[in-house]
């Protein structure tokens, strides 16, 4: 298995690629969508699109979670 920080490497030399630019690019305008149709939908038509909105939110910060937990693993020693 890779160690943590071989996972955190993987994904920084990754992230710097276009295809992530692009694949986050995609989701904030997404994101904002649904944010708009929060703000300007009468409130009977909200709650799908706060769950959406939730799930997106999560989405968008898995890989900040995931770096923090591999940092946290190769701090303890779990290399």
Do not use: C, H
């Amino acid at each position: 298995m890779n160690s943590p920080s071989r996972i955190a490497e993987e994904f920084l030399s990754f992230k710097d690629g276009g295809f992530w630019r692009i694949y986050n690019e995609e989701l904030s305008t997404y994101l904002s969508a649904r944010m708009d149709k929060l703000r300007n939908d009468p409130i009977e038509k909200i709650l799908y699109t706060q769950g959406e909105v939730k799930s997106l939110e999560f989405v968008k910060g898995l890989p900040d979670r995931i770096l923090s937990s591999l940092a946290e693993q190769s701090k303890k020693g779990n290399v």
